[in-house]
């Protein structure tokens, strides 16, 4: 088993995609928020591009979350934050949602055997099913507008060091994120305050969102694509 | 002043260059190559993008390097050792050079203020200028084919940790790099064996080009980008 990172959206035509399992990583937040919904009972999240294609979804009736530049689009159900997708609001709905970045990295990675979703809040239980299914794996870091990100790179360090002795570090940037994950793990929180996107929390005022997607294993789920949707991988 | 790093060629768009000084890296072995070259008394790098290009200096008398996939292009004066560019050989002369990844790099940072050329060979020089230079800065790494790699990504960690407190970190590729770079540079040597192009070298044989070009102010010149030609910026 071979894992490769990719650490921008940019570089993921570089890579081969054919017979792998792509992990589709935004920790601020989409990723976490799609964990976060359907741990809490959503039967599914349908990932769109646009926010006028979610407004389609919107006029005819279905739940759904729209953020740009970090905050809800006006006239929407939910913006991006996991908090805001609770068990009374989407217990048994399926959701659309669209983000600045994330819900994008899903469509771009089409090709891949299979889609993950990956986030603090599911680490274990996607890094076991990782080991168990045995194909290569590309940790695919969704970033910020293109730009490497903080928090998804050291996201799929996370994931490398779980896979431990499993998987060989396919690419560079495994190496680099697996080197800087061992360095800052005892630390990751105060860590990630350097983080372009934590200032970007700061200035919006939803820095709790930040302590929420760092809790590690607080939702044991496995958001899978299928079709074009996202659902629990039974587990 | 603040100061960015590019992991990749292909992430240079997302930044602005205008007004800016570009340092391009390309450890192993091109930036490393010209600051050997200039240092060992060449009058001048003309950094060429083909083959082609630098078929048609040498069938004008040039001294030609040429290096494609880490390796000598057949007919040419040197390939991309900077142990070949000796004094004997390179002394006086202008030399034309075309590899792989670096010298492409040079030609893509025209819209900067300055462009110049960086390798631990010529770190402390460097980044004495760029401090007190002032401009915002743009580290740009040369990568290896377009991929992220360990060697130019943690030289640019060096620069940043080198320029201390008169710069702040751009964006979220510096923080990361400046944290690796400290986590790594006491091991900088053994780390660097984890790179993908360090294992290029072994099937090479050229292993020692990489004790070389890890030797910190080795060649204490910094390379300019006047014209179409790399000099010495006189300090």
């Not at 935004?26 to 919904?37: K, W």
């Not at 899903?106 to 996607?126: C, K, P, Q, Y």
């Not at 005892?186 to 302590?211: P, V």
């Amino acid at each position: 088993m071979n894992s490769e990172v990719v650490l921008s959206p940019l570089l993921l035509k570089e890579y081969d995609l054919k017979g792998k399992v792509v992990v589709v990583i935004d920790v601020l937040r989409a990723t976490s928020t799609i964990c976060a919904a359907l741990a809490n009972g959503a039967k599914s999240i349908i990932p769109v591009l646009s926010v006028e294609e979610a407004h389609s979804y919107k006029a005819k009736g279905h739940l759904v979350g729209a953020e740009r530049n970090g905050e809800k689009v006006e006239g929407f159900d939910f913006g991006n934050s996991p908090r805001e997708y609770s068990r009374e609001k989407v217990g048994g709905k399926n959701v659309v949602l669209t983000t600045t970045n994330g819900t994008r990295c899903i469509r771009m990675s089409l090709e891949a055997d299979e889609i993950l979703v990956g986030s603090f809040l599911n680490l274990s239980v996607l890094s076991s099913y990782l080991i168990d299914q045995k194909k290569d794996v590309i940790l695919f870091c969704a970033g910020w507008k293109d730009k490497v990100n903080l928090e998804d790179s050291l996201f799929a360090g996370a994931v490398l060091r779980a896979l431990g002795t499993s998987t060989k570090l396919g690419n560079d940037a495994a190496e680099m994120m697996v080197a800087l994950y061992d360095c800052m793990k005892d630390n990751l929180r105060a860590y990630l305050d350097h983080a372009s996107h934590a200032k970007r929390f700061k200035r919006l005022g939803i820095e709790e969102d930040i302590d929420y997607c760092l809790s590690i294993d607080k939702m044991p789920v496995l958001p899978v694509l299928e079709g074009n949707r996202l659902v629990l991988k039974p587990l």
